[in-house]
């Protein structure tokens, strides 16, 4: 590229829509346009067939995107003359492959590695687009517990964590949505297109034919010629023999490349086979189900099914699911409770944490549970978070700081205004008693009770220890 540009050399592009459109046109060369000519294997000489295919997106649009080259339908290298030999053009892309590895970010598909997270390596974040990781948290019972996380900025350069979700109510929901999809009448469609893709392969094996024949028909020439030419004429005889021969040999290569490229095809199902592929849609869901199905087959499963899930944390979860045949599905999720909180708390236990709360702080409060002989939906004896997070997840408990404030409780700058004081003053006379204060954290925040008809004012000269409005 820096040599055309030093040169000021043009490259010509064919101009594929708009009023131009068919037109060639020379302009300077990009690095786009390198990447393409490179990437091509006509420049090699080479026919190719089924480089790139369209995939619809979950807005609609379908998207052209290229695919790797054993997933080519047709490939005839040597088809025509080329710019490069085929074996530059695999040692270029090799290496093209090699320094994308070198500078690229690494977006493949990572393999299923051991551990129950199902969508590993399936994820994509719905903010940055990145593939998401994922890291177990070992809950108490020996279970892993897996959460998704797009974090790697945060690994490279300590960036905060972009966005991350328990992993564990989204691979249900997912499993949900595939037992549903995973039906007799889906497959039916799987096989049609199938089907469809047989038709295109027939017609590059009849292309393919046709280059046998032609090399069959100019064998049969050189040997006709060769049958006709007089013996006395040696020299004739022999060029015509040679010819002859060299037109045997591409013959027998065309019919070797063709038997060998036919094989490569996939054989067209059989009424057994699709038999099979239809019964599996039936005995899915018990596979799927089925408990003793190792997380390592359900993985394998899914990565047959599925291409990839693109997931964003809002008010909920959205995960849009893209099936490897092109359709896709929106999921919505709840945020989950946390995991102590899916077995659900006894509702003699909420009712009691509604009472404490007029008078007690969340530590305080799971003390007194405790005693009480209370435990959590899943046997757990309660801490202070444990109640923080249930107040804060229930609508109906209103917090405590809430219902003090309804009493009429005030800040501390509320109260410091009404009185004419410092906000330091406030902490002072509460410290000895001049104010009554109601606790609202386990952190020493509270609210002030309002003064009443009498507040204590300031006097100079007394003893803050003598003096005792409130006793
Ligand atoms: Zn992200």
Redesign the pocket.
């Known amino acids: 590229m820096k040599v055309f540009r030093k040169n000021e050399l043009l490259f010509p592009r064919r101009v594929r829509k708009g009023p131009q459109k068919g037109e060639l046109i020379w302009e300077p060369l990009h690095h786009q346009r390198v990447l393409q000519v490179v990437h091509n294997p006509r420049y090699a000489g080479a026919f190719v067939w089924g480089r790139r295919k369209g995939r619809r997106l979950p807005n609609g649009h379908t998207a052209v995107e290229f695919v790797a080259p054993d997933e080519w339908i047709s490939l005839v290298p040597g088809a025509h003359a080329g710019y490069v030999t085929w074996k530059q053009y695999q040692a270029n892309q090799q290496r093209l492959l090699e320094n994308a590895k070198a500078h690229g970010d690494d977006r493949r598909q990572s393999p299923p590695r051991e551990g129950p997270a199902l969508l590993q390596g399936l994820l994509l ?1 719905g ?4 593939r ?1 990781n994922v890291r177990y948290s070992m809950h108490h019972g020996g279970q892993q517990v897996p959460t998704y996380l ?1 974090d ?1 900025d945060h690994t490279r350069v300590g960036a905060p964590t ?2 991350s979700l328990p992993g564990a109510s989204l691979d249900e929901a997912i499993g949900t949505l595939l037992v549903e999809m995973v039906t007799p009448l889906a497959l039916e469609v799987a096989l049609t297109v199938q089907d469809e893709i047989q038709s295109h392969l027939a017609e590059a094996s009849r292309l393919r034919k046709m280059q046998v024949e032609r090399a069959q028909y100019e064998a049969d020439l050189a040997r006709q010629r060769f049958m006709n030419v007089d013996p006395n004429h040696r020299l004739v005889a022999d060029g015509l023999e040679a010819d002859w021969n060299a037109k045997l040999r591409a013959l027998q290569d065309a019919q070797e490349r063709c038997d060998r490229e036919h094989a490569a095809d996939r054989a067209p199902l059989t009424a057994e086979q699709r038999a099979r592929v239809l019964a599996l849609a039936t005995d899915f869901p018990r596979l799927w189900r089925d408990p003793k199905t190792p997380p390592r087959e359900r993985k394998r499963m899914i990565r047959l099914l599925i291409e990839d899930v693109t997931v964003n944390r809002g008010d909920a979860i959205t995960a849009h699911v893209r099936f490897r045949g092109g359709s896709t599905r929106t999921l919505t999720l709840p945020i989950p409770l946390r995991a102590w909180e899916l077995k659900k708390t006894s509702s003699a236990v909420m009712t009691e944490v509604d009472t404490l709360l007029e008078s007690h702080t969340p530590g305080r409060i799971a003390t007194i549970l405790n005693q009480n002989g209370h435990r959590s939906g899943d046997g757990r004896l309660f801490t202070r978070k444990m109640v923080a997070d249930l107040v804060k997840d229930h609508e109906a408990l209103k917090s405590r700081y809430e219902r003090l404030r309804n009493r009429g409780f005030l800040t501390q700058e509320e109260i410091a205004e009404r009185l004419g004081i410092t906000p330091d003053t406030v902490r002072t006379w509460a410290r000895h008693g001049l104010l009554r204060t109601h606790p609202y954290t386990d952190r020493g925040q509270c609210l002030y009770e309002p003064p009443g008809e009498h507040p204590p004012r300031k006097m100079q000269g007394h003893k803050l220890t003598d003096r005792s409005v409130l006793s």
């Open positions: 974040c903010r940055c687009g990145d998401m797009c790697r972009c966005q």
